[in-house]
């Protein structure tokens, strides 16, 4: 593990709040949290207990009722819609718990989207090498609609990946695998990570998967609390 | 990659790949197209087609009428339209004489530009001017006076040869029931009499082509008319309240509101069609944007994905429906001898083209809104975004607003006023939006009581719940479709009703004139059939205190100039079947009391309780209007706007004349009676009148009929569409179900029992508010009183689409072979 101490991410007291039928129910509160670069942690914590909140606060699909973080030491606050769009698409990969593939596109088309999406400039990896990398050079032409569970998650790793992104969010990325396969999927996800350098925010109720991190964090009561 | 190819290369890419979900809006919007496309057409070449009759039988497109001659070319001028050509006519009546047998007849006088439009039929021969010392008479002219081509006839100065004899006129249709026999003259024949024509009664007539007639031309005509006063009267060929004019004028009518019906089910189709593209797309969308898609560049791929479709079916649906036009026509030439005439193509596809994508860009609208509103947050965490029912109130406002505004145009542009196109879709809008309303707040009761209903009632209601904006909108539009096939069926029944039934069946079969007194006991003994009135000649000398024929001289404009004529006074006790009294009481016969038609006592400012006076032959009667009459000018049956008592008129010498509706037998035994042993009565017999008038009804009510036919097969599909989008959301919350316990059958069953419920209501309740609809539109724009309530045609119908429904229903759900494991997949598997 190679661990330099540059922070890729930083929380600064994030509260995430939501008007309910005029009343304010309030998810997150105070979160604080740093992702060095080349850093996995895992976030653990029971159902509701916002998890996913915070996920998608750090992934900028949603905003902070309160709060700031910071990308790259970048302020994401402000930043207009266009922005936070080319922050996600070049700093941040995704891993979603249902792969979220898109259905009408093959295997390497699936993983060159955030390379298309992508301004000129950006440094581009080979697509071909990715596809190599999750064992799914045989597939490549394939639609999602004929891969096994597996398959798909293989896909969607190689697609956060594609551009390079400082950061990797993983989201249960095997809750809808089984043991086995889930265990495969993981090896590969933590195992890119590493050798490439990347930083792995992985949001897991498996323990088994929690203590293979660097640091684990668990949410409760609205605030998180690292675990020792 | 530039976002003009990321735009074509991912929107190609989705087309193709996904081609699955385009096919059902594709094929919607293919037959829409195909459909609207046609019925332009048809509509266009119906009403070229109407409108050549109309002309045909009024001799113009704008005739000017007046008792007295007047200068019609500073009239055009005044009005500012210009005619292509023009006709001077003049007729009256008048003797002529042959052989010293004189005739009664209806001179009239034209120039070398008659007929404007239509065709003069003779004996022999083509029409041509008449010289100045010829002359033409009609069939019952000849006989009368005994005459044949050569012979000698004499009017006033002037001794004229008869160079042929008139079978029809072009305008013999239109005006009525003409009794006396027609002579035909030019005008320097006319000249040739010496008659001054201020001694004659006359009418003169401006016929003027005018081809492309503006609603500003027709304001600008009306105006010049009120300059004009009550000098001239300007009567237009396709603005006729009277008998047959009115009758293609109603049928015009007709097919602009089958039209405007159709584009609105185009609309709704459109619309549900892009809306059930996006539902299904929704979820793929979302990813793009957790990649870093921006989402103008999200919309720009939704659309264009969309345009190639609306594009693709637009262009190909245009041209099937010009072929079908094409075959159609050629099938109505060849099986009705009916040649419609071929409309402006281009116009019609551009028409077309536009308003489908007009709608299609309108039904995007929501679309955008929704992908902006999309959060890809809601792939982590699921569920919608926040204020969901106020957004979709707002949602359904917007919505309804964008779809409807290319409709504001099309009917602008048919209805050629933006005030009635404005107004005709803005009763649409608001029916469209209280019915949405009115559903969701239905359901939203429904569902705060679900608890008081059985199992599976209480289920279809959280299910229409969980529906949301897409489930009241495609209820909505189910409602529209059924309500829009409903008003057209009962309207048709109408105007079926009215052209088949009050016009044809009113035209008696007969006409008996010129029966005196002493003759009427025994023509009523040996045909009870005959209906005979009186009729005696009167001026109307003063209603209350004012003196009539005084004012008209002195050009009083609260006069109606028209009092100035001789009236047709009759007397009888009994009131007709075809009369209603609207205010008063009928006279039944008392002296001193007159009955008055009530469109006249209006323009005459005749009240009840007002005293008229008339002047018959050199002495005045006197009486108290004590009722008002409705009276049906339309039907082709003699009416009389005063009835007086027997015993105040029968003392003045007066003649019968009457109608009757007889079989052909007894129609040949009154002919023959009357020759023999009065034959100083006139027969005249409507038969040659029949087949005309038969025919031309029957070309009417084909243009109906295959005007109707495609908004059917538009409403059929449009429900098919909403039935297939409702199965694809339905069929997780089946698969569940299953899941939990549930057989196959009984989800079919509650499936199936839901949308037969649905499409069940849907028709109970289009058809109440369809009858309320025919009503307004009956009474509003087609003046039409008949009204169906119950229609069994269409009962059937609805019953079909309700069976239908059900078995497009069975045939998706025996039809989906994906496995329940598929089904209940963590995947979307749309």
Not at chain 1, 125 to 136: E, F, K, R, T, W
Not at chain 2, 252 to 257: E, H, K, P
Request: net charge negative.
């Amino acid at each position: 593990m190679s661990q330099e101490n540059t922070a890729v991410l930083t929380l600064q007291k994030v509260s995430k709040s939501f008007i309910v039928k005029g009343e304010t129910l309030s998810i997150l509160e105070n979160i604080s949290l740093t992702l060095n670069r080349g850093e996995k942690i895992a976030i653990i914590g029971p159902s509701g207990s916002g998890k996913s909140t915070l996920l998608s606060l750090i992934g900028l699909l949603d905003k902070p009722t309160s709060g700031e973080i910071f990308i790259d030491s970048i302020s994401t606050n402000f930043q207009n819609e266009q922005t936070l769009a080319q922050i996600r698409n070049q700093k941040i990969g995704f891993i979603f718990q249902a792969f979220e593939l898109i259905n009408p596109f093959t295997v390497r088309e699936n993983i060159s989207v955030p390379l298309e999406i992508a301004p000129k400039n950006t440094t581009k990896a080979s697509v071909n090498s990715l596809i190599q990398a999750v064992g799914l050079d045989a597939r490549s032409e394939a639609l999602p609609s004929t891969l096994s569970g597996g398959e798909k998650q293989r896909v969607a790793i190689a697609r956060a990946l594609v551009n390079d992104p400082q950061i990797i969010l993983a989201d249960e990325p095997t809750g809808s695998l089984d043991r086995e396969t889930g265990e495969r999927v993981l090896d590969l996800l933590l195992s890119t990570v590493s050798t490439q350098n990347r930083s792995l925010i992985i949001i897991t109720h498996d323990e088994n998967i929690a203590k293979k991190m660097d640091r684990v964090f668990e949410i409760k009561n609205k605030t998180i609390h690292e675990r020792h | 990659m530039n976002d003009t190819k990321l735009v074509l290369e991912y929107s190609l890419r989705l087309l193709r790949r996904e081609w699955r979900h385009f096919v059902l809006p594709f094929l919607s919007l293919l037959i829409t197209t195909v459909v609207l496309s046609l019925i332009l057409l048809l509509t266009n070449s119906g009403s070229l087609l109407l409108k050549e009759q109309a002309r045909n039988l009024k001799g113009g497109d704008v005739v000017l009428e007046s008792n007295t001659p007047i200068d019609a070319d500073e009239f055009w001028q005044t009005a500012g339209v210009i005619p292509e050509l023009q006709s001077e006519q003049l007729t009256f009546t008048a003797t002529i004489l042959s052989n010293e047998v004189p005739l009664s007849a209806s001179l009239l006088v034209v120039d070398e530009n008659y007929p404007l439009y239509g065709t003069m039929e003779l004996e022999a021969g083509q029409y041509k001017l008449p010289a100045a010392d010829e002359m033409l008479l009609d069939q019952s002219g000849a006989e009368r006076l005994g005459v044949t081509v050569g012979d000698q006839i004499s009017f006033g100065e002037q001794t004229y040869t008869l160079t042929n004899i008139i079978i029809s006129e072009p305008t013999s249709l239109a005006n009525g029931f003409r009794f006396l026999p027609r002579v035909l003259l030019s005008q320097a024949g006319f000249a040739l009499a010496n008659i001054d024509s201020s001694f004659l009664r006359a009418e003169y007539l401006y016929a003027a082509k005018i081809p492309d007639l503006s609603t500003s031309n027709i304001e600008s005509l009306r105006r010049t008319e009120e300059i004009y006063g009550r000098s001239v009267d300007v009567d237009l060929a396709n603005n006729s309240s009277g008998g047959l004019l009115f009758g293609l004028r109603l049928v015009t009518d007709f097919l602009v509101v089958a039209v405007l019906i159709t584009a609105i089910l185009a609309a709704v189709n459109v619309y549900s069609s892009t809306l059930y593209l996006i539902t299904t797309e929704r979820k793929s969308l979302a990813i793009f944007l957790a990649l870093g898609l921006r989402k103008n560049l999200l919309v720009a791929i939704l659309g264009s994905t969309l345009a190639y479709t609306v594009l693709l079916a637009g262009i190909i649906g245009t041209l099937i429906g010009f072929f079908a036009f094409l075959g159609l026509n050629q099938y109505i030439a060849t099986e009705f001898l009916i040649n419609l005439p071929i409309p402006a193509v281009a116009q019609n596809a551009f028409i077309c083209l536009t308003l489908i994508s007009t709608i299609a860009i309108a039904s995007f609208v929501p679309a955008v809104r929704k992908t902006f509103a999309l959060n890809p947050k809601q792939i982590l965490i699921g569920g919608e975004t926040d204020n969901q029912s106020q957004q979709q109130f707002t949602s359904l406002f917007v919505i309804t607003l964008s779809t409807l505004f290319p409709l504001v145009i099309l009917a602008t542009y048919l209805l050629d006023s933006l005030k009635e196109g404005v107004s005709s879709i803005g009763i649409i809008v608001v029916i469209y939006v209280l019915t949405a309303a009115l559903f969701a707040l239905l359901l939203n009761w429904l569902y705060q009581n679900r608890s008081k209903f059985g199992t599976a009632v209480s289920h279809i209601i959280s299910q229409k719940k969980a529906d949301g904006l897409f489930g009241i909108i495609s209820f909505t539009s189910l409602l529209i479709a059924l309500t829009a096939l409903s008003t057209l069926s009962l309207l048709q029944t109408s105007l079926k009703n009215y052209l088949t039934g009050d016009l044809n069946q009113n035209v008696p079969t007969a006409y008996v004139l010129d029966v005196q007194p002493s003759q009427k006991a025994e023509l009523e003994n040996n045909f009870p059939e005959l209906q005979l009135f009186s009729n005696t000649g009167a001026r109307i000398l003063q209603i209350d205190n004012i003196l009539i024929q005084d004012e008209i001289a002195a050009d009083n404009p609260n006069v109606d100039r028209e009092l100035g004529r001789e009236f047709n006074l009759t007397d009888r006790n009994e009131l007709l079947s075809s009369e209603v009294i609207s205010s008063g009481v009928w006279h039944e016969g008392r002296a001193g009391e007159i009955s008055v038609d009530e469109e006249l006592a209006k323009r005459a400012n005749i009240k009840l309780g007002s005293k008229l006076v008339f002047l018959i032959q050199g002495f005045t009667v006197s009486g108290t209007v004590t009722s008002l009459r409705q009276t049906d000018s339309r039907s082709g049956l003699p009416f009389f706007y005063f009835v007086l008592s027997p015993e105040d008129i029968d003392k003045f010498p007066n003649i019968y004349f009457g109608y009757a509706y007889l079989d052909e037998v007894t129609q040949s035994n009154l002919g023959q009676f009357l020759a023999r042993e009065m034959p100083n009565v006139t027969i005249f017999e409507t038969k040659t009148l029949g087949p005309a008038l038969i025919s031309l009804i029957n070309t009417l009510m084909i243009l109906i009929l295959i005007v109707t036919l495609p908004p059917l097969l538009i409403a059929t599909l449009l429900i098919a569409t909403l039935v297939v989008s409702a199965y694809g959301a339905r069929r997780r919350d089946g698969a569940r179900l299953r899941a939990l316990g549930a057989t196959r059958q009984s989800v079919l069953f509650h499936y199936l029992a839901e949308t037969i419920s649905l499409t069940l209501f849907a028709s109970i309740f289009s058809y109440v508010v369809s009858i309320v609809l025919v009503i307004l539109i009956n009474q509003f724009f087609l003046e039409l009183e008949t009204v169906i309530l119950f229609n069994l045609e269409l009962i059937i119908g609805l019953s079909l689409i309700v069976t239908l429904v059900g078995v497009i229903g069975l045939f998706l759900f025996k039809t989906d072979t994906m496995p329940l494991r598929a089904l209940l997949s963590y995947e979307s598997n749309d």
